[in-house]
């Protein structure tokens, strides 16, 4: 695959699902495309570690999976940040509940905030921004869902979390430079049909034609500590050439945003 995706820069700021604890906090993966915008997939409680300055003045883009708390925790701190503007990407079935939660008494509104914010409905869409765009999809969860890839030139990163195996989780999957999925159970009795079961994590990895997978989304009840993330990297052996297991604090790309 390319080389051009090391020079997107993508953050780990939580890797944990359902609730966060000793081994990190919920979700939130931060990716910089330029100098002027940054994009966030999903806001869980991880948000708490974003560096402002690296949001400051920006032209934010947040990429909403679902409104599940551990990923959208993180809304209430947004004006932490200071964005030159927001657009909030949500599936269109969750638009509605998701005005109902940026707005009061659970947050400032919108039209409150000190910079513009537009929620945009999505499904099976596209999104072009100033650089790149975003290809969104429905998934398959026990709510709306949506994933997403983005592409910057060559370079481009999917994002899949909180779904069944489907045609389009495969979809986004298998094009791109850098996946990042969730983690599923290692024990296929557990997913109560919402989770990517070992097997399916397994079909989705022999398909993807990814330079490089990072799994995420550890739910601390069946990974517990870092022994048990390293097991699942053992039951992947075979699968893809280059697997990592996330951790808060993973940087991927540019070695000015740190290193591996």
Known sequence: ????????????YGAAGWFGGQFGCTNCVGVFPNETDAVLFDMGTGAGKIDRD??????????????????????????LFQPASLTILIHEDLKPHLETLFSFPFMRSGHAQEFPVHIRAVRDSRVDCAGFDLKTRALQ????????????D????????DSVLCDN?????????????????????KTKGA??????LRTVLRQTRARK?????????NYPNLES??????????????IKMAYDGLTVGSPAMGRE
């Open 154 to 161: 060559d370079a481009s990163v999917s994002y899949c979390v």
């Open 213 to 221: 997978v990072i799994v995420t989304h550890f739910s601390p009840v």
């Open 195 to 200: 989770h990517l079961g070992l097997s399916d």
């Open 1 to 12: 695959m390319t080389k051009k995706t090391q020079s997107l820069p993508i953050v780990f």
């Open 169 to 189: 989780l495969l979809e986004l999957a298998r094009d791109c430079d850098v996946l990042i999925i969730e983690s599923g159970s290692i024990e296929e009795g």
């Open 141 to 152: 969860h026990n709510t709306p869902v949506i994933g997403a890839r983005l592409q910057c």
């Open 54 to 79: 690296n949001l400051r003045g920006k032209n934010l883009t947040l990429v909403l999976s679902h409104l599940h708390l551990d990923h959208c925790y993180g809304l209430h701190i947004l004006p």
């Open 229 to 242: 993330r390293e097991r699942l990297l053992s039951a992947l052996e075979g699968t893809h050439g280059e």
